[in-house]
């Protein structure tokens, strides 16, 4: 690839940070300015037509924007933000995504270097502070480390495990000129190995356990979206037989609809999903990492099974639960080899059960949340959006209540169509997130689900629909509470609640003083027609909707319960001390 | 399983910030650090190695390592039940790779 220019020609460092961007063919930004970064902005100025520069309102939304538009398009996002504060606004950024393994470069300013280590105005330890919350990060002290620096970003935020890198590039730097003539995209990375060499005696001895089991079972997460494999493991099943769950993150990987669909795993998924853990004879675990809000208490999980681990990152497995067989590589390489090892086969019984247990779930749970008298239910609303959305639509959420409502209740048939906070479970995610998702695919509706609290988190977020007229959708799911907050209160702590009730603004009138039409719904019989607003405006929309302030999400795995302890409503007894509070 | 003093060898390239993203890992899985020592290449200053004797299970050293060598600076680690059980002993052994 080459630059601009093919000819050598004097550039600044900041002018090469951006003719590096291009060559990685960046088309948005999102970013903040400041002191430490002015060259690049003063660069930026002539780049509008190659670079779409989007000012946030604050850093923390410049990086869940990049993360939105990550996940929804599977490109890399870039976030940019100056030294000091503007850099440490990014860090929850940055840990969001490292944990949920989404690619985004961030590019920071920085002092002058003879100015690094002395306290000067605005000087950070950017390096060492975001070290545990990415996967790489350099800073770059001189410009011509610029282009190779920003290639090497690229190429490790991509590959292998995707996630967030940092460069934090001092301001000498980026005024420094010097002759430019090429971008060089990275391929290789002398200490780096992305890309696993896939064993084929650990998959033989796989698809030898599968095709032995009676009653196999599939956990499915991201990876199985980063490597693009929705169709291969809906192939897969399809021939196997197997059913398949979905991680909160994997949900969208496999179409709800599917007849081999089994629900969503974890401590509020569905309640077949998770209590057949602990009845499987295999387990195949792909592209997940058995985090402790799918596993609960990991000395009552699956230990009747044997496990296969398949994922690209080797340090996740055996770091939770113990595998059998241990298959490094990515989800779709691995699946392609299953798929001509693995017997066509069909599981009726095994099926069958899952379907008693979703019989169970809609008995006990579901329907108290669709009995549409009282007040509205999180559910009710989430319904409605389901029933009149389009199956491309993009959902984001925050987290909480609403979070866990809108991943049980809306039926996701499309990959990257869910975009939420898993691992950091960061409130005030979803709206910065919306607007990056939206950028990233712009032809798909987008639609923030969000609660009242996570809302007040990153709200000033508006601003940006309001400047770029970005037509997204915001469904605030009004309880007046930080309601998960309240429900664990509530549950184990004896109904104190402590802190957690809200008075909240005119939300509709913050909206409007944003130029964002909008409204509030109080009443059932008005639903259908508050979601079709939503849905049909050509421009962004925000829609309040009070909901019942005391609703609780279940089933529910206690913290420190293993699955099978899974919860169908709220006990009348004490918890046992074993329950983690 | 039973704590004991492990022998742990990661090569690496040598920059900036690689000492510091492999202590980060140890401290943050509450690893302790007996002893430690890091050197940079004799023939290529751009490569380096640290040696250090961890004193934890060899179940945590099994992921710890993991993790260890998923920093992208980090080449290969490997770890061994250190033999001597002199302190001195143990140091002399570091200094000398
Ligand atoms: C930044 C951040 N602070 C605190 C929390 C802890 N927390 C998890 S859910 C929750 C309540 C969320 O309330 P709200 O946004 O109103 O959503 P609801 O649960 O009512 O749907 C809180 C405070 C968090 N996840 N993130």
């Keep these: 690839m080459k630059a601009d220019q093919h000819t050598a020609e004097v550039c600044s460092g900041a002018e090469i940070l951006l003719r590096s961007l291009v060559a990685e063919k960046v088309d948005v930004l999102f970013g903040y300015p400041g002191g430490a970064i002015m060259p690049v902005y003063d660069a930026l100025y002539d780049y509008a037509d190659r670079l779409n520069h989007i000012l946030v309102r604050h850093e923390q939304g410049a990086i869940h924007a990049a993360q939105g538009y990550a996940r929804a398009s599977g490109r890399v996002g870039v976030a940019l933000a100056t030294s000091g504060p503007g850099a440490t606004n990014l860090v929850t950024g940055l840990a969001d995504a490292l944990i949920d393994s989404t690619p985004v470069v961030c590019i920071t300013g920085q002092v002058f270097a003879h100015l690094l280590g002395t306290d000067a105005f605005q000087e950070i330890d950017v390096v060492n502070t975001t070290i545990p919350v990415t996967k790489w990060n350099i800073q770059v002290t001189e410009a011509k480390d610029i282009a190779p620096a920003v290639a090497k970003a690229f190429y490790i935020a991509r590959t292998g495990r995707p996630g967030p890198v940092l460069i934090d590039i001092t301001k000498n ?349 109080e009443r059932r019989e008005n639903l259908k027609e508050a979601i079709s607003a939503l849905l049909n405006s050509s421009s962004s929309y925000f829609l309040e909707v009070r909901v019942g302030k005391e609703e609780n999400v279940f089933p529910m795995i206690p913290a420190g319960a293993g699955v099978s302890d899974m919860l169908l409503e709220a006990p009348r007894t004490e918890y046992p001390e074993s329950v983690n509070r | 399983m039973i704590k004991q003093d492990l022998f742990m060898h990661l090569s690496a390239d040598n920059n900036f910030s690689v000492l510091n993203r492999i202590i980060n890992i140890l401290n943050r899985r509450r690893v302790r650090i007996r002893t430690l020592a890091a050197q940079e290449h004799p023939d290529d200053f751009r490569k380096g190695s640290v040696s250090m004797v961890i004193h934890t299970t060899t179940e945590m050293a099994d992921k710890v390592k993991l993790q260890l060598e998923k920093l992208i600076e980090v080449d290969q680690v490997t770890y061994q039940v250190q033999p001597v059980s002199e302190p001195a002993e143990k140091e002399k052994i570091i200094y000398s790779l």
């Design chain 1, 173 to 521: 730097a980026q005024n420094e000129k010097i002759e430019f003539s090429e971008y060089v995209p990275c391929t290789n990375i002398r200490t780096y190995r992305p890309k696993p060499e896939l064993s084929l005696t650990q998959i033989k001895a796989a698809a030898e356990l599968i095709n032995q089991s009676n009653r196999p079972y599939i956990l499915a997460g991201q990876g199985i979206l980063l490597s693009g494999a929705s169709d291969l493991l809906v192939a897969f099943s399809g021939k196997t037989g197997i059913p398949v769950a979905c991680t909160l993150l994997g949900l969208s990987g496999f179409p709800v609809t599917h007849p081999n669909y089994a629900g969503f795993l974890g401590m509020h998924g569905n309640y077949a999903a998770n209590i057949n853990i602990n009845e499987c004879d295999v387990l195949i675990a792909i592209g997940m990492r058995f985090d402790d809000r799918v596993t609960g208490n990991v000395n009552k999980f699956a230990r009747q099974a044997k496990v296969i681990h398949i994922d690209i990152d080797k340090a996740e497995i055996n770091k939770n639960i113990r595998a059998d067989i241990a298959v490094h590589a990515d989800a779709a390489e691995a699946l392609t080899e299953l798929m001509g090892l693995c017997e066509t086969r069909n599981h009726r019984s095994w099926m069958e059960s899952f379907a008693r247990l979703n019989d169970v779930e809609q008995q006990r749970v579901s329907i108290h949340s669709f009995l549409r008298e009282g007040e509205l239910t999180m559910a009710e609303v989430i319904d409605e959006l389901a029933s009149q959305a389009d199956p491309l639509t993009i959902i984001t959420t925050d987290v909480g209540q609403h979070q866990m409502v809108t991943s049980r209740y809306y039926p996701y048939r499309t990959p990257r169509t869910l975009i939420t906070s898993g691992g950091a479970g960061t409130m005030g995610f979803a709206l910065p997130a919306a607007i990056g998702a939206k950028l990233g695919m712009p032809d798909r509706q987008v639609i923030a689900v969000i609660g009242d609290g996570g809302f007040q988190m990153t709200m000033q977020e508006m601003g940006v629909i309001m400047q770029y007229g970005i037509p997204v959708k915001v469904l605030v799911l009004n309880n007046s509470f930080l309601g998960m907050v309240r429900q664990w209160q509530q549950l184990f702590h004896d109904k104190r609640y402590s802190f957690t009730e809200m008075s909240n603004p005119d939300f509709v009138a913050i909206a409007g003083a944003y130029g964002i039409a909008a409204a509030k719904l």
